[in-house]
């Protein structure tokens, strides 16, 4: 099942990677303001995401991924506290499209939430491998300290390498037992396009305060 929606959402992965304040930050172009603005927006999109989890953590298939508690929306906050002082939720702005994102995961889990494995093999997975490269760049380009990154760490578990395996391992088994894989594919589909539309988002906030990059 991972196969297929590897596949369904390649084209969507690589767009991701060259668009928006994600590919601002791959580059090198982004600025502070734009990762504060980008986590700002994340957090309660993982916030809504981890409390759909742990709703059908009973279920036949969201159950099997119970076991991980990845705690991002908490680690978010946390790094938005140190980076952006405790009034963050004020001083920075929650997106239409992060609204949107978020709205979308608190829909799904009013459902039987099996679609909710779709938007964990998004955003997880992405934190254990293209998020490990970001927090590389942001240490670089920030000089960020790991207490401003625990978005990117994951406590208690060394080898990350592995954690990953493991889990892809878990989303396999609670995706092949979803009734329904057509809509869990397309809902992986909308993940990404969700993805896209808040990086877009963000990066035309700070337009103006982007380093000036290759004509772009």
């Not at 742990?54 to 991980?68: F, I, K, M, Q, T």
């Not at 493991?166 to 396009?193: C, K, M, N």
């Given at each position: 099942m991972l196969t297929q929606l590897y596949q369904r959402t390649r084209a969507l992965h690589l767009?991701?990677?060259?668009?928006?304040?994600?590919?601002?930050?791959?580059r090198g172009a982004a600025t502070r303001d734009g990762l504060l603005l980008l986590l700002r927006n994340l957090q309660p999109v993982y916030q809504a995401l981890e409390q759909g989890l742990?709703?059908?953590?009973?279920?036949?298939?969201?159950?099997?991924?119970?076991?991980?508690h990845f705690g991002r929306a908490g680690a978010i906050a946390h790094d938005l506290n140190e980076l952006a002082?405790?009034?963050w939720t004020a001083s920075l702005p929650l997106l239409p499209e992060g609204e949107r994102y978020?709205?979308?995961?608190?829909?799904?889990?009013?459902?039987?939430?099996?679609?909710?494995?779709?938007?964990?093999?998004?955003?997880?997975?992405?934190d254990l491998s293209g998020g490990q490269i970001l927090r590389q760049l942001l240490v670089r380009s920030f000089g960020l300290k790991p207490e401003h990154l625990s978005m990117y760490e994951f406590p208690g578990n060394l080898d990350a390498a592995a954690l990953k395996r493991?889990?892809?391992?878990?989303?396999?088994?609670?995706?092949?037992?979803?009734?329904?894989?057509?809509?869990?594919?397309?809902?992986?589909?909308?993940?990404?396009?969700?993805?896209?539309?808040?990086?877009?988002?963000?990066?035309?906030?700070?337009?103006?305060?982007?380093?000036?990059?290759?004509g772009d």
């Open positions: 767009q991701a990677e060259k668009t928006g304040i994600l590919a601002a930050i791959l742990e709703r059908h953590r009973g279920s036949p298939a969201v159950g099997l991924l119970s076991g991980y002082g405790c009034d978020a709205r979308r995961l608190a829909q799904v889990a009013d459902g039987d939430g099996a679609l909710l494995i779709a938007h964990a093999y998004t955003r997880y997975l992405g493991d889990y892809r391992e878990a989303l396999q088994r609670a995706a092949a037992a979803v009734s329904h894989p057509e809509a869990l594919i397309e809902e992986g589909a909308l993940a990404f396009s969700h993805n896209i539309a808040l990086s877009m988002a963000v990066r035309s906030q700070l337009l103006p305060r982007l380093v000036p990059q290759g």
